[in-house]
């Protein structure tokens, strides 16, 4: 199963790449496998594995306009057909408080 979820981050897109690898990076039960800085593409997989497999979080930036990025993660579960209790969501919610975490700390 793969699920994607999407947000929009006020900053360019090379000041967005490296807040969201920093975010990534600092997830403890994250490890980066793929860095892609030219196609601003980032992947991590967590490093437990889990009935339902190995997550993998792959994400790419899209520029929106000067000061707006397109940030997209795609939630990939392995061994999972459906997600009655939302698994996909809080895996992605560990990135996206990561990324409002540092985010915060840019404007301090």
Not at 19 to 36: E, F, N, P
Not at 38 to 50: A, G, P, R, V
Not at 56 to 65: E, H, K, R
Request: charged share 20%; hydrophobic share 40%; net charge neutral.
């Amino acid at each position: 199963m793969i699920k994607e979820f999407t947000l929009t981050l006020p900053l360019g897109l090379e000041q967005s790449y490296e807040l969201v690898r920093k975010s990534g990076d600092q997830i403890m039960s994250w490890g980066a496998q793929r860095v892609t800085p030219e196609d601003y593409y980032l992947e991590w997989k967590q490093s437990f594995w889990s009935l339902s497999g190995t997550t993998l979080i792959s994400v790419t930036l899209l520029a929106m306009s000067e000061g707006e990025t397109k940030v997209t993660a795609m939630i990939h579960k392995p061994m999972q057909l459906f997600d009655p209790v939302g698994i996909c969501y809080r895996v992605f919610s560990k990135l996206e408080k990561s990324i409002q975490k540092n985010l915060s700390q840019l404007g301090s």
